[in-house]
């Protein structure tokens, strides 16, 4: 038994891609159904094709994928999670629980998907990271 991937459904395709390209994401396939009016896209780290994909299905008609609560969030391990945040806040995403603790950090996709970013070790939060000049403020 091998894992695959885990479906999330999006109502902007392209932002969720460029979201998740900020994480280090890239896009792997996709597949136009017609007859059904959706599209799956296939993203994962490089390397890890075919191993641990998210799929994006987006339903060409509009639909309300409010709720949820049973799922909890994708997680992703980082090289540096000040600058993985810096990169994604200097898009415009918002940083819902910052890496304060130099380990742990969590953003939300454009549909409000919770994803978990995870430093391997911790970073000194007090260490002055030349990339980040506002990493105090959070
Ligand atoms: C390719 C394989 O990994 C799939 O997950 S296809 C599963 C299939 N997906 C769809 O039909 C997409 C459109 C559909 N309207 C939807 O939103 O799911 C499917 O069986 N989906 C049902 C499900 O519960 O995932
Ligand atoms: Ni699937």
Known sequence: MKYLH???RVSDPQATIRFFELIGLK???R???EGGRFTLIFLAAPGQEGV?????THNWDPEDYGGGRNFGHL???VDNIYETCQRLMDAGVTINRPP???H???VKTPD???VELLQDGRLDPAKPWASMPNVGTW
Do not use: K
């Not at 641990?52 to 994006?56: H, I």
């Open 6 to 8: 885990t479906m999330i």
């Open 27 to 29: 896009e792997v396939r």
């Open 31 to 33: 597949f136009d159904n």
């Open 52 to 56: 641990a994909e998210v799929e994006l």
């Open 75 to 77: 997680a992703y391990r």
């Open 100 to 102: 304060r603790d130099g």
């Open 104 to 106: 742990m950090a969590f």
């Open 112 to 114: 409000g998907i919770s």
